[in-house]
């Protein structure tokens, strides 16, 4: 099995995790700003999300000798009695996955930036806390609860950039009547799929709503171009449950991370004598089976029974929107898959606490948003000073984490 074994590898290993996981956010955003539905998005996310943990566990989990006592290598450590940290393992799957989930529609109602921002700064405040406690204590709590702070500091930042760019907006804009909105719907010419509607309406509507994603349509096109441009998903008056996911994610989030700490440690001692705790690449594995077993019944459900006024879909639909938005999708999941392989990887080594650096990804998430969204391209001043003061509370809990990291016991 290939391991990291200094602390400036699990770093360097953390680093790249931020790049990763800053950037399958826009990914998930620009195939809903292009009208594709988000359950077919979904789908294809979760199925890159698998196949990095697969491809993971065959390669760097197997390669070289296995050690029995410590790094046992991934088909060997399968036969093993240790379903408690399994268990533990595939927990921390379900928290992550519900707050993946959280995170798309998160970004289609409140958009990318806001939603990073908030979603890891609850990251940080649960999951360093409890990582802080579980190992040990190792990280130096003069650095780590300070970096804590930076991240609150920028989450604050965050609101006030989305609050003070709504209201120029608004003032500049000026509010919009409904009545003066299009009301045109992609599906309008077949109208909502009502209980007991037959077969013969539902594959019309299939049909309908694929011919809205091959043509690049919104399929939700009822709030005007003013307001939103190609989105799947109206805003608006979904401002309140938009934020109610985005918190709802971030605390998911925030208990996948220890999860999988114990799941890789035993801290609890649940585990016979003489039997390893998981490898990283064994309880990644685990992780993920959990993941994509909800992932996929969620993904059932938001097909034929959608939120927020969005058509029905179906799996004939799924199969019939192939085009190049799949592969965005996928490589969204493949992203956000290799950030999580990094991530612990980097905290074996360096420390959970000190691994929750990450969570710093609206760094990246920010400059996607900028470049593919052109996110603030007419706001004021003021509000890109604000950005700049997100940015440097970034940048300073980075810093602050990487300075407090320790070496866990079993690394010291």
Partial sequence: MITVESKAGGIACLILALFFLGSFAPGLHYCERKGRHPAHTYFDFSLGYLAVAV??????????????????????????????????????????????????????????????????SLIVVIGTTLNWFLDDKVNKPELLFPGIGCFLIAVIFSVATHIVDQRYKRSTRGDIP?????????????????????????????????????????????????????????????????????????????????????ASNDQFHVLPRGVAPLTTYTGYFYFCICYIFLAWLETIWFLYWPPFGLPKSSWAAYFKDNDWLRVVGFTAGVSVSIANVLTFVGGQVAGYATSDLVAANPLVSTVWGLLLFREFRSSPVRVW???????????????????????PKNHS
Avoid: R
């Avoid at 240790?82 to 989930?101: D, E, I, W």
């Avoid at 109206?234 to 401002?239: M, S």
């Avoid at 000073?385 to 070496?407: E, K, N, R, T, V």
């Fill in 385 to 407: 000073i604000l950005l700049a003061c997100m940015g440097a509370a970034y940048c300073a809990a980075i810093g602050l984490l990487i300075g407090s990291a320790g070496s």
């Fill in 55 to 120: 491809v993971a566990a065959l390669t760097l989990g197997e390669f070289g000798a296995s050690d029995p006592a410590n790094n046992i290598n991934f088909i060997e450590q399968l036969k093993q009695d240790n379903g408690a940290c399994v268990g533990f393992a595939m927990a921390a799957g379900a928290f992550v996955q519900f707050g993946n989930f959280g995170v798309q529609w998160g970004c289609a109602l409140c958009g990318v930036i806001i939603t990073m921002a908030a979603n890891g």
């Fill in 178 to 262: 409904e009545s003066a909105l299009p009301t045109h719907n992609a599906c309008s010419n077949v109208g909502p799929l009502k209980a007991g509607a037959s077969t013969e309406a539902a594959s019309k509507l299939d049909d309908s709503a694929h011919a809205a994603m091959s043509h690049g349509e919104s399929l939700f096109p009822n709030v005007g171009t003013e307001l939103a441009m190609h989105t799947a998903v109206t805003k608006g008056a979904l401002e309140v449950p938009g934020t109610a996911i985005v918190v709802a994610a971030g605390v998911s989030c925030g208990f996948y991370n220890p999860g999988f700490n114990l």
